[in-house]
């Protein structure tokens, strides 16, 4: 099931762009998506994803099992009360995205973005799309969600270790200047 989580505040945002990793996880294309616990609409909206996949995953015992899986922190939702060591995170729920293939990044004007480009970067304010899906198996029952694309909103503080990119206007205008001698002794 497709979800789009608008607005909201990337973390190791990096990840989208190239394969890293992020604590204990392997190299993938992932980041966190940081939620502040009063947005309760995009809050509802989640639940709901993970709600319906369970349903089709499991019928009439997804209620339970949801709540056995919300219950050890399994859902898409995390605490980010509990990650103390990361700035940002308190007073905010965040969902770890993930994927093995490269998602879709473009800017505002829906022209892709790459690495290089400097646009990205861990605080910034994006929409994020990813696919909802229910996992079963040998690893134990959880809902997790594949990142598919995210689109660059605005600027934002970065997070501590992470610099906001400086925009062209940040620089002096070089154009009409016969040399640069005037700008080395500034």
């Known amino acids: 099931m497709k979800l789009v989580m608008n607005e909201v505040r990337v973390a190791f945002a990096r990840g989208l762009l190239q394969k890293e990793a992020i604590a204990d996880s392997k190299p993938a294309f992932q980041a966190r998506c940081l939620i502040p616990k009063t947005n309760t609409a995009l809050v509802a909206k989640i639940k709901e994803a993970e709600d319906e996949v369970a349903l089709e995953k499991w019928g009439v015992k997804a209620e339970n099992i ?87 909103v605005r600027d934002a503080d970065a997070f501590t270790g992470s610099a906001t990119p400086d925009k062209p206007e940040d620089f002096a205008d070089l154009s009409a200047s016969d040399s640069g001698d005037d700008l080395i002794n500034g």
């Open 66 to 152: 949801m709540a056995s899986i919300r219950a050890n922190d399994d859902g898409l939702l995390k605490d980010g009360d509990k990650k103390t060591e990361l700035e940002g995170f308190a007073d905010h729920w965040f969902v770890n995205v993930k994927s093995d293939t490269r998602p879709t990044v473009v800017n505002p004007a829906r022209e892709p973005i790459v690495l290089d480009d400097g646009i990205v970067y861990s605080g910034c304010v994006m929409n994020v799309h990813v696919e909802v899906w229910a996992q079963d198996n040998k690893y134990g029952k959880k809902v997790n969600c594949q990142v598919t694309g995210a689109q660059f």
